[in-house]
Nanobody
Framework: QVQLVDSGGGSVQSGGSLRLSCVVS????????MAWFRQPPGKEREGLAS???????TYADSVKGRFTISQDNAKSALYLQMNNLKPEDTATYYC?????????????????WGQGTQVTVSS
C-alpha cells in the first residue's frame, strides 16, 4: 500500500518561509511524477509544482520564483521550499504521486495523496 505523509505546515507572517516535506513508502516502482497541490478554504484544488523522474520541474505562475520543488530519491522524500509567503498562499497543501504523465497539474494524473498540511499566512 502506497502511503504519502506530508508535514511542515504552520503559521507564518507575510514574507516568511516554510519547507514542506512528503515521505513516500510502500511502492514497487518509483513514481514517475510527484507534485504539490493546495486547496484554499472554499476553493478548488490547485496544482503548484511538479517534478519528474529526471528532476525536471514545472511551476504554476502563482508560485513561480517563490516556491521550489525538490526530491531526495534516497529518502523517498519530496520537498517544497516556500519563500516570500503571502496571505493568499493560505491553504491546505497536499503532496501527490503518479505513474502516468507529469507537469499538467491534473488531479486525475495522481493516484496517491498525502493527508494534507495546513499553511496559514498572516498579513
Amino acid at each position: 500500500q502506497v502511503q504519502l505523509v506530508d508535514s511542515g505546515g504552520g503559521s507564518v507572517q507575510s514574507g516568511g518561509s516554510l519547507r514542506l516535506s512528503c515521505v513516500v513508502s510502500g511502492y514497487r516502482n518509483s513514481p514517475y511524477c510527484m507534485a504539490w497541490f493546495r486547496q484554499p478554504p472554499g476553493k478548488e484544488r490547485e496544482g503548484l509544482a511538479s517534478i519528474d523522474g529526471v528532476g525536471s520541474a514545472t511551476y504554476a505562475d502563482s508560485v513561480k520564483g517563490r516556491f521550489t520543488i525538490s526530491q531526495d530519491n534516497a529518502k523517498s522524500a519530496l520537498y517544497l521550499q516556500m519563500n516570500n509567503l503571502k496571505p493568499e498562499d493560505t491553504a491546505t497543501y497536499y503532496c501527490a504521486a503518479g505513474w502516468r504523465r507529469c507537469h499538467y497539474f491534473s488531479s486525475g494524473d495522481y493516484y496517491y495523496w498525502g493527508q494534507g498540511t495546513q499553511v496559514t499566512v498572516s498579513s
